[in-house]
Structures are given as C-alpha cells and as structure tokens.
C-alpha cells in the first residue's frame, strides 16, 4: 500500500496539469449536472416491517386520498379572559378562518369545522381548526403556508389569541451559513497551525472541490433516487470535515519532508506513502461507518449514508491525488514566510515546540493524564444519561415560536395527551371497529377515543386515541405498547 501511494504521489505532482484538470472538470460535470436535473422532493419517510408502517400501507390502500401521511396543521384559538369561544363574535371569526384555509390552497385535503366536531375545551376558552394536507411538510409550497399564516393574522385581528402548530410549518433546513462559518474557523485555525496562507488554503480548497463534487451529484440524482432535499446536509457536514482532515495529513507531512532536505518531488511522493496511509484506513473506516446505516433498515437513513459515503470517498482521492499536484504548483510557498528565508532544519539544541513539550509531558505522567482523561470525559458523558430518544414534536421548540405556543395551549386546554394523538387502523368491519374501541376505553392511560371512522367499502376503520400525557412521556409509550399488544 506504502510503496503505491508513493508513487502515485509521485505521479500526481509530475502530472499536476493532467490531474488538476480531470478534477476541475469533474467538478464541472457535476455541477452541470446538478444544474441540469429537476428539483429534489422530499425523500419518503418509511420504516418497512413496523407496525406503524404496517398501519399506512393499509391506510393508503383502503383510503386513497385520504393523505394520511400528509402534514396537518392545528391553528388554535384561544379567547380573551372573561370570554369564550362561543360566543357569537368569536364564532365568527373561526367560522371564517375555516372558509379562508379551506379555499386557501390546493394542497388542503380537509379542515374541520371545530364547532361541528365539538373541538371546544370544557371551560369554553379554547378551540382549533384541524387542518389536513395532500402532502407532508416538505413538500408544501410557500404560498400554502403563507396562506395558513396569513389566516391566523387576520384571525388575531378580532382580538383571539392564534397560535399555529403542526408540521405544514416545518421548512427544508437551510444549508450555508453554518458551513461557512465552520470554513472560516477552520481557516482561521488552519493560518495559525501553518504560518503560511498558502498551507493553510490547500485543504479548504481540496475540501470545498470534495464536497462541491459530492453535493453536485447528489442534486444531480436525488430526483432519479429519491434521495431528498435533505440528503445533503449530511453529505457536506461529513465531507467538509474529512476533507481539510485528510489534506491537512498529506500537507503536512509534506512539509516536514521538505524540512528534511528532500526535493519536492520525493517530498510530496513520501507524504502520500506514509501519511496517505491514514488518510485511506481514516477514509474505509468512517465509509464503513455510513454504509452500516444501511443495517436500521430506514432507506431514508440508508440513501443519506450511501450519499454521504460517496462524498468521504471523493475527499479521500482528492487528498490522494489533486493535494499533491496543487503542492506541485506551490513550491516553497507552503513554507511561511519566516521558514522560506531561514530554510536551515532545527537542530536538536533548539527549544521544543509545543507538541514535543506536550507529548513528553504524557510520557513521563501516563497514569495522571489517563486518569484525568477519563474522568474529563466521563464529566462530558452525564447529560447522556437523561438523554431522551424519539422524534421531537413541538413542545421540543422554544417557547418564542407559534407552534411552542399552540401546544402549551392545547395541552392547557385539552389535556397533555391531546398533542399527540394516537391512530389505530382496524383491518376489519364497523362492528370489529367499535369493539376495538371498547377495548381501548378500558386500557390505562387513555384519555379519550373517538369512534371508528370505516371507508366507503366498509372494510377498514380509524380510530383515534388520546393519551392521558404528553407524548413524548414513558407513560404515553406503555400505552402504544398496551394498544399493539391488545389490538
């Protein structure tokens, strides 16, 4: 493995031109590519196997249309001290809210009148239009959420108070300025290591080629794979960290072969001989990583490994080939400006650097830094011990938001449970429907269920159920449990 980067290091730096130009048009077929295709969708979510997948496979074959997938929105109302939702005024402006948010986009598949289906919290104060979509929360456009915002504004103007939850509002994460602040840091960090701006450009330079080329083709093939608007995110947070990782190894090493007295060429030929070596094994070892998603058998999970896989690959070759045919084209400049006027290499009278110092330090006290370092980490590791597993729902966002604020009213005015709601889909007649239903009324930790909706055919039937606590609660996980154990 040695001897063959060495020489294709070798090969690189002699070639430069040849290799730069096959990486710069790679990189320029992508882009064409990505530039090319049709817009990424939201990847489908499924988990093949699980009951609940089991549940809308069933729910799309026996209700079609009914988009029970599809991303719903409660807009909640809340009224003034003194006053209720019943009230004729206050009806009004829901009843029109109502006919706003039904006429307000084609991707609406129902909202429900809250005074038909009794939606009104005992106390009077509180109500919510249920509002259900075609399609999930990515894949709704900005005119049918701006509609759904604009109707709660309006509605606020009657002097409720209108909070919006539910994932209609959930946006595609915005990519960029993080990665761009992570990119000034680490150049920042990078000029300080090296000395030298040249040095320190390299690997931000190779890592921006690596991820440009990988996020290229993800876009390029997200429409024919069904990879996902959110596909990669993952791809250009691992890319861009591997890929001033991996160069900085090759770049690096480079250097210190040139302190050494070697050529260029031999310099450059030896540093991807020894330190290419890591960069492969670190390469293999972090691909072999992503690709294990594939395991949890979640295809979302297993595409975004695969994409991101592809994207540590590239970077891996870049650092293998296009870091030293850039090195070629630098010369000494990867030197900083204090190295290149006084080239003589240090002698072992001079001071130790800090790393030497650091490493001679651990050496002489091995047991007090290994004691030190478990303890430190272990400090680090106590928040995992209350560490909740689970998708986050609303009452995860901060309080500033309208969807924080929506949940805490529904939950104060209908019940904790009440924001999580639970669907059993009865394969069966109404009658098997309604004696689910009877069944579950008896179960611990049940709040209220409504009774069974059935489909046109008669062969199937929904039925809702409202836990006692909130969703995210063990109590409400017993429950799901006692409900697949029981139905």
């Given amino acids: ?169 959930q946006t595609v994460p915005e990519t960029g300025s993080g990665e761009i602040i992570g990119v000034i840091v680490a150049g920042i960090v990078l000029v300080i290591t090296f000395g030298s701006l040249v040095a320190a450009g390299l690997p931000l330079l190779t890592a921006l080629v690596g991820v440009g080329i990988g996020v290229s083709a993800i876009t390029a093939l997200a429409s024919v794979l069904d990879l996902g608007s959110t596909t990669s995110t993952l791809a250009m947070m691992i890319g861009l960290a591997v890929g001033i990782d991996y160069a900085l190894f090759i770049v690096s090493r480079y250097r210190a072969e040139l302190a050494e007295g070697r050529d260029r060429e031999e310099a450059a030929g030896r540093a991807v001989g020894t330190a290419g070596s890591a960069v492969v094994f670190a390469g293999l070892t972090v691909v072999i990583a992503l690709v294990g998603l594939a395991v949890v058998n979640i295809p979302m999970l297993t595409k975004m490994g695969f994409a991101a896989a592809g994207t540590v690959l590239i970077a891996v070759l870049i650092a293998l080939t296009f870091i030293p045919a850039l090195l070629g084209y630098v010369g000494k400049r990867v030197h900083g400006r204090k190295a290149r006027k006084n080239p003589v290499p240090a002698s072992d009278d001079d001071k130790p650097n800090l790393g030497t110092r650091w490493a001679r330090f651990v050496l002489r006290r091995p047991l007090v830094v290994l004691l030190v370092g478990v303890v430190g980490l272990g400090a680090v590791a106590l928040p995992a011990a209350s560490l909740e597993m689970g998708l986050p729902d609303d009452g995860s966002q901060p309080t500033s938001t309208s969807q924080r604020r929506a949940y805490d009213l529904l939950s104060d005015g209908f019940g904790p449970g009440f924001n999580g709601p639970l669907m059993v889909v009865v394969d069966g007649d109404k009658a098997a429907a309604d004696r689910t239903a009877k069944t579950i009324q008896g179960l611990d930790g049940v709040a209220a269920v409504t009774p069974a909706t059935p489909n046109k055919a008669g062969d199937t039937a929904i039925i809702t159920v409202v836990p006692k606590d909130r969703p995210s609660s063990t109590e409400t996980e017993e429950l799901v449990r006692s409900l697949r154990d029981t139905t």
């Fill in 1 to 169: 493995m040695a001897t063959f980067l060495y020489r294709l290091g070798r090969l690189a730096f002699r070639r430069r031109h040849v290799v730069t130009l096959l990486w710069v048009a790679l990189l320029a077929l992508a882009g064409v590519g990505a530039a090319s295709a049709p817009a990424a969708t939201s990847s489908s979510f499924s988990i093949p196997g699980t009951e609940a997948q089991k549940a809308f496979d069933l729910l799309e074959q026996r209700f079609p249309g009914a988009g029970a997938d599809g991303a719903t929105a409660r807009v909640v109302f809340k009224a003034p001290d003194g006053a209720k939702m019943t009230d004729p005024a206050r009806k009004a402006v829901v009843d029109k809210a109502v006919g706003e948010l039904r006429t307000g986009s084609d991707q609406v598949a129902s909202v429900t009148d809250p005074y038909a289906v009794q939606a009104v919290s005992r106390d009077g104060t509180t109500t919510y239009i249920q509002v259900s979509y075609k399609v999930n929360g990515m894949e709704l456009t900005d005119a049918t959420r701006e509609a759904l915002k604009e109707t709660g504004a309006e509605a606020r103007q009657g002097g409720l108070t209108v909070e919006i939850g539910g994932d209609a509002l």
